[in-house]
């Protein structure tokens, strides 16, 4: 069965230092994985995703994502935390085969915090 | 210019009541979803229509009536709700359902209160 892990419900950085957001996940074939942002009042925005090749991932906003096939890991990562990149932040995965291809899998969010 | 479009930002109404949300996405986009986010920001899919054909049915009461009546819209359809129905509703887009690199666009939501 698929499934996506975020273990952390909050994350306090601050402003300046280095962030991480992790997440694990569970699928049968081979992983498609994304990140989103939710800002507060809006929906869902695409950060970056993995399909296949170089293992770290860069995306939007300055966020970049290593995949860790070993340890079925995705963790988003920033060098220097702005406060405005506080928001709610979702780990998603696609399966590549079986009965639920293609369909989109999210995690429960973190909500990362930066502080000035 | 918005991309997906769905209203009205909010709807409180009472229990029992049917109501109807509506989205629309300029993006030409083939495949449309509905999503639930619950109090605890839980994400789980509820529809997905792809060219007006319907995809994906999750686990939801019949009282969700997803509509397509054309590619570019999908209206949701609820009735006689109840107090469980509350969360924020989120229509999203995507080219293709079964494109596995291809990426969600979003409404900003709808929130619902069911008194």
């Known amino acids: 069965a698929q499934s996506v892990a975020q273990p952390e419900d909050q994350v306090n950085v601050a402003e300046g230092n280095p962030l991480t957001v992790k997440c694990t996940y569970s699928?049968?074939?081979?992983?498609?994985l994304f990140w989103y942002v939710q800002y507060p009042n809006r929906g869902l925005q695409f950060l970056l995703k993995y399909i296949t090749g170089d293992n770290l991932v860069k995306g939007s906003y300055g966020f970049e994502a290593e995949f860790n096939k070993s340890q079925t890991s995705f963790h988003l990562k920033k060098p220097s935390a702005l406060v405005s990149d506080s928001a709610l932040y979702f780990c998603a995965v696609r399966e590549s085969r079986g009965s639920t291809l293609g369909r989109l899998y999210f995690g429960r969010g973190t909500q990362l915090t930066v502080w000035p | 210019d918005t991309a997906v479009s769905q209203t009205p930002k909010y709807l409180v109404t009472q229990m029992g009541n049917d109501k109807s949300i509506k989205c629309e996405q300029n993006?030409?986009?083939?495949?449309m979803y509905w999503y639930k986010q619950d109090s605890k920001k839980f994400l789980k899919i509820m529809f997905s229509y792809n060219n007006k054909e319907l995809i994906i049915n999750e686990t939801v009461p019949n009282r969700f009536s997803p509509k397509s009546p054309d590619k570019a819209h999908l209206n949701l359809h609820i009735n006689s709700l109840e107090l469980g129905d509350s969360a924020v509703y989120f229509c999203?887009?995507?080219?293709?359902?079964?494109?596995?690199?291809?990426?969600?666009?979003f409404g900003s939501g709808t929130q619902l209160s069911v008194l």
């Open positions: 999203a887009s995507s080219q293709r359902e079964t494109g596995l690199n291809e990426k969600l666009f």
């Open positions: 699928v049968s074939g081979n992983p498609y």
């Open positions: 993006l030409g986009h083939d495949t």
